[in-house]
C-alpha cells in the first residue's frame, strides 16, 4: 500500500509542480512511461508470485528506462527514430500485456 | 522465434526468480518487503514521471492552430469591414438616386427617373417588399451517419446535406411557380447571380452559405404554394425529406422583405445600338422624354419592365440601392466608371 500512495505522491507533485520538460528530452518521455508501466506491472506480478524483490525491481526498471532511452536515441542518430521507438514499444508492450494477464489470472483465477 | 517465444513466455524478468533463489539458498524468506525505502523512492519517481510525460506530451495548440487561429479573425474582420462597405456602397447609391432624381428634375426628364426605377426593380437592385414564401432548408439531424445508402443526383458528398443542387432546382421551381424576388440567406438573386458549390459549401452570389438555408420568394404565397407543391422541384423537395430527411418548412407571410442587390454590376456587357448613357443626368440636353424607354423596348427589357411595374412589386425605393450603377441593362455607369 505504501508505494501505492508514494505512486500517488509523485502523481500530486508532477501535476502541482508542472516542471517544463526540455525539448531534446521530450521524444524520450513516452518511452520511459512504456518501460515505467512495464517495471511496475513485473513488480505486481512478482509480488503476487511471492518472488518480489526490490533490488531487481530498482535495477529493472533504470535498465529499462536506459536501453529504452539509448535505442531512441541511437534510432534518431541513424534516422531511424520513429522505427526504433516503435520496436520498443512493441516488445515492452507484449510484456506488460502478459504481465498482466499473469496478474488477472492470480487476482481472479481465470 | 526464439525471441518471441521467450517474450510471450516468460515476460517476467528473470531476475526476480534468481534473486528468490539466492535468497532461498541464504536462507533468507524469498519475496523482500514491498515497504522498503528504495520501493518507495521508486514508486514516487515513476509517478511523478507519469504526471510530467502526460503533462507535456498532451496536445498544445500548436502553430498551425495560432495560424489559423489568425486567418479566422482575419476572414472575421474582412467580412466586417466588407459589410460596412456594402452599406457604405448602399448609402452612396441612395445619394447618387437623388442627386440623379434632382437632376432630371432640373433637366426636365422627369419621366425618366420612373422608368429608372422600374429598371432598377427588374434588375433586382433595390430592396422588395410584399407577401410571398419562406423554405427553409436544413441539412438532416444526422449528417454524419449512414455513410451510404444509396446515390443521389449533384452529390459525392453526405447524404443528408442539402447540396447547391437541392438549391438549385427549388430556387427554380420557386421562381416557375411565379415567385417574383428571392433572395437566400439575405442575398438577392438578381439574374448575375448563381449558386455553386465550393467543396461542401454552398456559394450563392459569390458568398459562402451556412445552413440552415432560408429562401424568400415574393409573390402570391397561395398561388405559389398549389403551384410548387404538385412541381418536379416540389416532389423532389419532399423525396429529399422523405429519403434523406433533410428537413424542409414551408411558410407563407403576408410581409416579407427581400434586399436589394448590392453587387450587381455588368462590368463587360453593353447595351445593343448607341448607349443609353447619353441620357445620363447633367451630361447632355434632355432627349424627348420617350426615347430612352422606346430604345430598351427594343433591346426587349421594358415589356418585362413594365409588367413588373403594373404588377405592383412594391419598391421600396429609398433604400439600399446602388444608383445607377446597378447593372440595370439601360445603365451607363459600366461605361463611365471603370472600376
New interface residues.
Given amino acids: 500500500m505504501?508505494?501505492?500512495l508514494?505512486?500517488?505522491?509523485?502523481?500530486?507533485?508532477?501535476?502541482f509542480l508542472?516542471?517544463?520538460?526540455p525539448v531534446w528530452l521530450?521524444p524520450y518521455?513516452?518511452i520511459?512511461?512504456i518501460a515505467?508501466l512495464d517495471?511496475?506491472f513485473?513488480a505486481i506480478?512478482?509480488?503476487l508470485?511471492?518472488?518480489?524483490?526490490?533490488?531487481?525491481?530498482?535495477?529493472?526498471?533504470l535498465s529499462n528506462v536506459v536501453v529504452a532511452a539509448f535505442i531512441v536515441f541511437l534510432g534518431d542518430q541513424l534516422g531511424v527514430g520513429s522505427q526504433l521507438s516503435t520496436g520498443v514499444v512493441v516488445?515492452l508492450g507484449?510484456?506488460i500485456f502478459?504481465?498482466v494477464a499473469?496478474i488477472r489470472r492470480h487476482l481472479f483465477k481465470a | 522465434m526464439t525471441l518471441l517465444t521467450t517474450?510471450?513466455e516468460r515476460?517476467?524478468?528473470a531476475?526476480?526468480?534468481e534473486?528468490?533463489d539466492r535468497?532461498i539458498a541464504a536462507g533468507l524468506p524469498?519475496?523482500?518487503?514491498?515497504?522498503?525505502v528504495?520501493?518507495?523512492?521508486?514508486?514516487?519517481?515513476?509517478?511523478?514521471?507519469?504526471?510530467?510525460?502526460a503533462?507535456?506530451?498532451r496536445p498544445k495548440p500548436t502553430a498551425a492552430a495560432a495560424v489559423k487561429k489568425e486567418l479566422v479573425t482575419r476572414i472575421e474582420a474582412l467580412q466586417k469591414h466588407g459589410s460596412a462597405q456594402e452599406s457604405k456602397v448602399a448609402a452612396l447609391g441612395r445619394q447618387v438616386r437623388d442627386y440623379e432624381a434632382l437632376a432630371l428634375k432640373q433637366s426636365g426628364g422627369t419621366d425618366l427617373s420612373g422608368t429608372i426605377k422600374a429598371l432598377e426593380v427588374q434588375a433586382g437592385a433595390v430592396p422588395l417588399t410584399g407577401p410571398g414564401l419562406t423554405l427553409t432548408l436544413d441539412d438532416a439531424a444526422s449528417t454524419d451517419t449512414d455513410a451510404d445508402a444509396g446515390s443521389r443526383p449533384s452529390s459525392g458528398f453526405q447524404e443528408g446535406r442539402v447540396t447547391s443542387g437541392d438549391l438549385q432546382i427549388v430556387v427554380n421551381g420557386l421562381w416557375g411557380a411565379g415567385a417574383e424576388a428571392i433572395s437566400i440567406n439575405g442575398h438577392r438573386l438578381s439574374s448575375t447571380a448563381a449558386i455553386r458549390f465550393a467543396g461542401q459549401a454552398i456559394i450563392v452570389d459569390f458568398r459562402p452559405l451556412s445552413r440552415p438555408y432560408v429562401i424568400t420568394a415574393l409573390g402570391s404565397p397561395q398561388g405559389m404554394q398549389q403551384l410548387f407543391e404538385p412541381s418536379f422541384a416540389g416532389l423532389y423537395l419532399s423525396q429529399l425529406t422523405d429519403e434523406y430527411k433533410i428537413r424542409s418548412i414551408l411558410a407563407g407571410s403576408d410581409s416579407l422583405t427581400v434586399p436589394g442587390d448590392p453587387a450587381a454590376r455588368l462590368e463587360v456587357a453593353q447595351p445593343v445600338g448607341p448607349p443609353v448613357g447619353s441620357t445620363a443626368p447633367g451630361t447632355t440636353t434632355p432627349r424627348p422624354g420617350t426615347s430612352a424607354p422606346k430604345r430598351s423596348a427594343s433591346a426587349g427589357d421594358a415589356p418585362t419592365a413594365t409588367s413588373m411595374a403594373t404588377n405592383g412589386a412594391p419598391s421600396k425605393a429609398s433604400s439600399g440601392a446602388t444608383g445607377a450603377g446597378t447593372g440595370s441593362p439601360a445603365s451607363p455607369t459600366s461605361e463611365e466608371n471603370p472600376s
Avoid at chain 1, 18 to 21: A, G, I, L, R, T
Avoid at chain 2, 30 to 36: C, E, F, L, N, V
Fill in positions: 505504501i508505494p501505492v508514494g505512486l500517488m505522491a509523485g502523481l500530486a507533485v508532477g501535476l508542472d516542471p517544463s520538460v521530450q518521455l513516452p520511459a512511461v515505467a517495471a511496475v513485473g506480478r512478482a509480488i508470485d511471492g518472488i518480489f524483490n526490490d533490488k531487481v525491481f530498482v535495477v529493472s526498471f516488445v507484449v510484456r502478459s504481465n499473469s | 517474450m510471450m515476460p517476467l524478468d531476475g526476480y526468480q534473486a528468490t535468497r524469498g519475496a523482500t518487503s514491498t515497504r522498503t528504495l520501493v518507495v523512492v521508486l514508486a514516487i519517481l515513476i509517478g511523478f514521471l507519469f504526471a510530467v510525460a503533462q507535456s506530451l
